[in-house]
């Protein structure tokens, strides 16, 4: 679930475009990719063709109008009290420039929150996204500036005999920090 303060704003049409040109990531991960906007229907509908023509990829996700501020009050990006003003600008809802990952058990996995100013980095969200699916999978933990392929972490609750039936040969750094290679 990525989140919006408007629609037609700079920042958030490259954003879009840059989740549209990576459908075939998301999909290659089984990750269902939603939006939201604290617009209508109506003007998601417009903003998809600005995406689109600036992203050269077809916008297939949904983008939530969240015109009454449910969804993000619920995910705390907006205070209870909030509301949007007649002649709103996205200043009046710019908290909403979240991340959140959400596991296949409906529980909350990562949230990142970006200033309006700041271009979030796809990159990033899919390496920890592929960090996440790594730990949940396999029981590991992975290393700061982990990316596919590289060594992870055995967590500290996992005996040394444990780890060696489950993972083989690891390294051990510290007795609280031993790495092996990732699992495939």
């Keep these: 679930l990525f989140s919006h303060p408007k629609d037609f704003t700079p920042v958030c049409t490259t954003e879009f475009s840059a989740v549209a040109q990576l459908s075939d990531e998301w999909a290659k991960r089984g990750t269902k990719v939603i939006g939201v906007s604290v617009d209508g229907v109506e003007d998601h509908k417009k903003w998809k063709g600005d995406i689109e023509t600036y992203g050269k990829a077809a916008a297939g996700f949904p983008i939530i109008a969240d015109e009454g501020l449910a969804v993000s009050k619920a995910f705390d990006m907006l205070p209870a009290e909030a ?8 200043a009046h809802s710019a908290t909403v420039r979240s991340v959140f990952i959400i596991g ?5 996995k990562l949230s990142m929150t970006y200033p309006m100013s700041v271009g979030r980095n796809f990159a990033e969200i899919l390496r920890a996204l592929d960090g996440l699916q790594m730990s949940t999978s396999n029981g ?6 982990w990316v596919p392929g590289e060594d992870v972490i055995i967590p500290p609750n996992v005996s ?3 780890a060696k039936a489950k993972f083989g040969e690891f390294e051990t750094i510290f ?4 790495k092996t290679k990732a699992p495939s």
């Design 83 to 90: 509301y949007m003003p007649d002649g709103r600008t996205p």
């Design 160 to 162: 040394n005999e444990d």
């Design 140 to 145: 590991v933990a992975t290393p700061a500036n």
């Design 175 to 178: 007795p609280y920090l031993r």
């Design 104 to 108: 296949p058990d409906k529980q909350l």
